[in-house]
């Protein structure tokens, strides 16, 4: 799964903002992205929330999104819709940031696609239903 880098400018919140400040930004995205053989990710749009923490800034995503997949049982494609919300930290220059960890760049941005793309994989349930009472192939 490769995505495409989705930055969010955090200079003026970074550089206007007091530890403990924050700032709620819309995110939206509808690039198509192959998550796998089977789903391919639609949209997603929702709201984040940034805090401005002493060498970090902790970005609280709350996202819905469409999610073209495959029915376990009919094998029909579906829209699946889903709704996550999840916490992420990234590091702030003023310490080096271990392997993994998310950093804000050096133009003052952070990637927030890749977290995001990445949740949405783990929710896709490894055998997804078009709904609860589908009889399957017929």
């Known amino acids: 799964m490769e995505t495409?880098?989705?930055?969010?400018?955090?200079?003026?919140?970074?550089?206007?903002?007091?530890?403990?400040?924050?700032?709620?930004?819309?995110?939206?995205?509808?690039h198509?992205?192959?998550?796998?053989?089977?789903n391919v990710l639609e949209s997603y749009e929702g709201e984040l929330k940034l805090t401005?923490?002493?060498e970090?800034?902790?970005?609280?995503?709350?996202?819905?999104?469409?999610?073209k997949t495959i029915c376990a049982r009919?094998?029909?494609?579906?829209?699946?819709?889903?709704?996550?919300?999840?916490d992420r930290e990234y590091i702030v220059g003023k310490r080096a940031?271990?392997?993994g960890e998310l950093?804000?760049?050096?133009?003052?941005?952070?990637?927030?696609g890749g977290p995001a793309v990445e949740e949405i994989a783990f929710d896709i349930p490894l055998k997804p239903l078009c709904k609860e009472s589908c009889k399957g192939i017929k």
């Not at 495409?4 to 509808?30: A, C, Q, R």
């Not at 198509?32 to 089977?38: A, H, I, N, R, S």
């Not at 009919?74 to 999840?86: A, Q, T």
């Open 4 to 30: 495409e880098p989705y930055k969010l400018d955090v200079k003026d919140f970074l550089i206007k903002g007091n530890v403990g400040g924050k700032k709620t930004f819309e995110i939206k995205d509808s």
């Open 103 to 112: 950093i804000v760049d050096k133009e003052f941005k952070i990637e927030i």
């Open 74 to 86: 009919c094998l029909k494609k579906f829209d699946r819709e889903g709704r996550l919300s999840f």
């Open 32 to 38: 198509k992205l192959k998550l796998d053989e089977e």
């Open 52 to 54: 401005l923490l002493e």
């Open 97 to 99: 940031a271990d392997e």
């Open 56 to 67: 970090e800034i902790l970005a609280e995503f709350n996202i819905n999104y469409v999610c």
